[in-house]
């Protein structure tokens, strides 16, 4: 027992001992085929979060089952149809889409407006008996031209028209799953053997008892593994069946796995390794030597560890369809990633900021350490190098030696670890260089100094530190005349002269701005000069103007991603990769004219590009890309196919008077017989799901050419005036190479208003319109004319009643004067006569003279004057006594004589003089006249009188 003890603690002492002396690790998952996950913040809150399958379509378009119907995704654009049950499962025969649901059996076709409409055709929708009302439809496959659905109760082959042919399994069991291989079906019976159809007939190809009791979901070709079919089981692993029907367990590395994760369904890539969906643990690619190639699971970026099918498209990438969402997993592609979002954060490795495979080591210097992990080993862990703690800038070998830059100083790999090459405090970046004087340099910078190592026997010397310069710097290059350009830690670029003895700076010319903004600069070389970068293009520097020039040529080529190089990287075949803030892009030299070959962009992998770090690294066939979430390895010898898509519009809508969106038939925009105004948008669809950078150009041709370039294969045209329009629409890789072209013409109608016959109607109502208005004119002229003339005479008749009753006015008032004087004459006379009389009584006149006065008392009648007096001023006057005697009729004679002189504005000493009354009996008949009108204090009588009518 003392012994025991002693051995025990022997063994821990050991263990304990092995852990101090290992290197720290963090667990990696290694190089895997993208993914990409799609969960109903993609797809659509109306779609449910379970898929239950999933097709292909003729052009590539991916079909699925979802919980609420079927989705639609061409790599750009999501459609969902609503079924209002969950479709299970989804198959596509040419144009048409089966879909299969609990007691449900249909299929779907676009309409010209590119949805769907579905058609039953047995089940609860269809009329008919086809189906048991409890029956639903889990799976269906395709051979030939036959269609096989499959429930629990029993298989069924669909003639293709309105039959299904029920083919039970033998003994009447239930059918667990149906699969095929190689052009035969095979179907699982529940809790029994596995069956091969044979004509209408079931056969027996393995007991249960010879795959240990377990099912099989899987059934694959076998002939690489040793015999004819492979199957996979639930929980047992996988079994090769031989030709004589002997079937030998094929022990993997991941049986225990996938017995603790469930296997639920299976598919092959097109290497010929396996695919396992599980339902607790994810997915799983197995090798064909059994290794496992590839995991996902929840924890690196899959939607679930819930595999309820898997699918593998025309470009082999692998769907799968999980318990709460899709997954993409591009199998087929050149590009396979390290660290995927999650999974690689949580490894703990950090930010990586350079790579390097050395000594047989795959190195991440990251902003937490150094890792490697042994190329050659099946072990795949990463394990950080002592003394590689904090943050490490690059990775780069000069001269045989591979150097690190360390925020503590400069490493050197030796040994299978990294050393301290100097007592140096930092080091941020290295440049190795030959000065015209032939002498190898290598400038190193950091935050507080510039170093300098010179060549010597067996390698570097230590550095010394260049006088005459202090300030950090994280980039450095030197031109062809030796000069050293270093890159400010925050804003500009500094220009060091060197002495003759590379000894101290000489002279320091320090440049705040390159172009027109403070902003950090990045130095790089291109073709022997060196670059310099800003974030508002590339630049050169002019010797002779002693300022910086645009580097118009590369800029021309790459265009926007001039605006963000950090640095240009150059390859074994003498092009270039280009790094920048939102990528990286190949730069390839044909004929002396770059041109740009392809775009590796970070929204593909699902990451983030690393402004500060981004670099690129080659090693043989492989290319490896530096991100902020992780490592994305490019195989250039990986078969790159020809992407054979087509380009075609999916849906059209434009906008009626009132703003509302309406469709566009698909068949008449393909066909040139399209009409649509107001907004129109076209939607296209390019089902490529490639990892390649594409874009899509359209030209529209009509009133005047436009061309747009977009990243979506979408169009919007606002307000078009009215005309023939065709519009090109082209799919373009990253070096402008045309992928697929699509055309479709269509018409922007005239308003009813500017159609050809409301034109006619215009110019028929504009001659009768101009011949109205001409007679109309004519008519209106004639009229003013005549209403001139009327005028002229209303004005010379009332200019001439004007002075017809200005003179009888005149008149009126000398004839009232005449008659006034008469009056008083006659009542002189009268007087006159009276006193002759009473003198001719006394006897006082002579008799010969007696009747003269009485002859002229005769005559000189007053009242016959004030008569015609009356009678002349009523008529002159409008029949003013008349009215007045109708209006107040107790006026009397002398009430009415009054009224007249007064109207004739007469005064009270006139008015006297002619009645023969005193001017006290004038106002008193004044004032009685006043009564009898009713007239107030306040109203003047003359003012009345003057203006009564």
């Given at each position: ?236 692993g996988f079994f090769t069946l031989d030709e004589s029907g002997h079937v030998t367990r094929w022990v993997t590395q991941m049986d225990g796995l996938l017995a ?490 005239r308003p009813w208003y500017l159609r050809w016959w409301a034109l006619l109607a215009y110019v028929v109502l504009f001659v009768f319109a101009s011949v109205a ?159 009898k009108l009713g007239l107030t204090s306040d109203q003047n009588i003359v003012e009345f009188l003057v203006t009564f009518k």
């Open positions: 027992m003392k012994i025991l003890r002693i051995s025990c603690r022997l063994w821990a002492f050991l263990l304990l001992l092995l852990l101090l002396l290992l290197p720290a690790s963090g667990r990696a998952v290694g190089f895997r085929p993208l993914l990409t996950g799609f969960t109903q913040t993609e797809y659509g809150d109306a779609a449910g979060g379970q898929n239950w399958d999933a097709t292909g379509d003729a052009d590539g378009v991916m079909l699925f089952g979802n919980n609420t119907g079927v989705l639609r995704f061409d790599g750009y654009f999501w459609q969902h149809v609503p079924t209002g049950r969950a479709v299970r499962c989804v198959c596509v025969r040419g144009d048409t889409l089966y879909v299969g649901g609990h007691g449900e059996f249909g299929y779907m076709l676009r309409d010209a407006y590119g949805n769907y409409t579905y058609h039953p055709i047995a089940g609860r929708r269809s009329g008919g008996a086809l189906l048991r009302g409890d029956e639903e439809v889990w799976n269906m496959v395709a051979i030939g031209t036959r269609l096989y659905l499959q429930t629990f109760s029993a298989v069924y082959l669909y003639d293709g028209h309105t039959s299904l042919m029920r083919l039970p399994l033998p003994g009447g069991g239930g059918v667990l799953s149906i699969t095929t291989c190689a052009g035969r079906l095979y179907a699982q019976a529940t809790g029994g053997d596995l069956f091969r159809l044979d004509g209408a007939r079931w056969v027996r190809v393995v007991a249960r008892a010879g795959v240990n009791g377990d099912d099989v979901v899987g059934i694959f070709p076998a002939s690489e593994r040793g015999g004819r079919l492979l199957l996979l089981t639930v929980r047992s603790r994760g469930v296997v639920n369904r299976a598919c092959l890539t097109a290497q010929g390794e396996v695919v396992v969906g599980t339902i607790r643990s994810g997915i799983f690619c197995i090798g064909k030597q059994g290794d496992l190639a590839w995991r996902y699971d929840a924890a690196s970026g899959l939607p679930g560890n819930c595999v309820l099918r898997l699918r593998r498209d025309k470009y082999d990438n692998i769907w799968a369809c999980l318990d709460g969402g899709l997954a993409l997993i591009r199998a087929g592609g050149s590009f396979s990633t390290l660290g995927m979002q999650v999974g690689y954060r949580a490894s703990g490795l950090g930010t990586p900021y350079a790579l390097n495979i050395w000594d047989r080591r795959f190195l991440v210097a990251t902003n937490q350490g150094i890792y490697g992990t042994d190329m050659d080993s099946a072990d795949d862990d990463f394990m950080m190098f002592p003394g590689t703690e904090e943050h490490n800038w690059f990775l780069s070998v000069f001269d045989g030696t591979l150097i690190a830059g360390n925020n503590r100083g400069t490493l050197r790999y030796a040994g299978g670890g990294f050393q301290r090459v100097a007592d140096t405090e930092s080091s941020t970046w290295a440049v190795r260089t030959v000065l015209p004087s032939g002498e190898p340099l290598l400038f190193e910078s950091s935050y507080h100094a510039l170093r300098v190592y010179r060549w010597g026997s067996g390698g570097w010397k230590e550095p010394y530190t260049l006088g005459g310069f202090g300030h950090p710097l994280r980039g450095l290059e030197v031109d062809a005349d030796g000069t050293l350009w270093g890159a400010d830690m925050n804003c500009g670029v500094y220009r060091i002269r060197l002495d003759k003895d590379v000894t101290r700076a000489e002279h320091v010319d320090y440049y705040e701005r390159v172009d027109s903004a403070d902003v950090p600069c990045f130095i790089t070389s291109f073709e022997g000069r060196v670059v310099f970068s800003d974030g508002s293009g590339l630049f050169y520097f002019d010797s002779e103007t002693g300022g910086f020039v645009p580097c118009k040529k590369l800029t021309e080529v790459l265009k926007d991603d001039a605006k963000g190089v950090l640095r240009l990287v150059r390859t074994s075949d003498r092009n270039y990769w280009v790094c920048t803030k939102t990528g990286y892009t190949y730069l390839v030299n044909k004929g002396n004219d770059w041109r740009v070959s392809r775009r590796v962009r970070p929204a593909v992998f699902g990451m983030r590009c690393n402004d500060m770090g981004a670099t690129v690294f080659e090693q043989g066939r492989f290319v490896y890309f530096n991100f902020a979430d992780g490592i994305v390895r490019l195989d250039t010898h990986a078969e790159v196919r020809r992407l054979d898509v087509r380009l075609y519009p999916a849906r059209a809508s434009y906008t009626d008077k009132h703003g509302d969106w309406l469709p566009i038939s698909l068949d008449d925009l393909r066909n040139g017989e399209a009409e649509a105004g107001g907004n129109i948008e076209i939607e296209y669809s390019f089902p490529a799901f490639s990892q390649e950078d594409i874009r899509f150009r359209f030209t529209v041709h009509g009133r005047g050419d436009m061309v747009i370039e977009r990243g979506t294969p979408s169009l919007i045209l606002p307000n078009l005036p009215a005309g023939h329009f065709t519009i090109k629409a082209e799919a373009l890789d990253a070096g402008g190479g045309v992928l697929a072209v699509n055309e479709v013409e269509f018409s922007v109608p208005i001409s007679r109309f004119r004519l008519r209106r002229q004639a009229s003013r004319n005549r209403l001139v003339v009327l005028e002229q005479q209303r004005i010379i008749d009332q200019q001439r009643q004007e002075l017809l009753e200005s003179q009888l006015k005149e008149k009126s008032k000398d004839l009232a004067a005449i008659s006034l004087e008469t009056a008083v004459a006659n009542n002189a006379l009268k007087e006159f006569s009276e006193t002759l009389k009473e003198h001719q009584e006394k006897g006082a006149i002579p008799k010969h003279i007696k009747t003269e006065p009485l002859q002229i008392g005769s005559t000189a009648d007053g009242n016959t004057t004030w008569q015609l007096f009356m009678q002349n001023f009523d008529f002159i006057h409008e029949h003013f006594f008349r009215n007045l005697k109708e209006r107040y009729p107790n006026l009397t004679q002398n009430d009415l004589k009054l009224c007249g002189l007064l109207r004739l504005n007469l005064s009270t000493k006139e008015i006297a003089n002619y009645t023969s009354l005193s001017v006290r009996g004038v106002e008193s008949a004044r004032l009685r006249l006043r009564r």
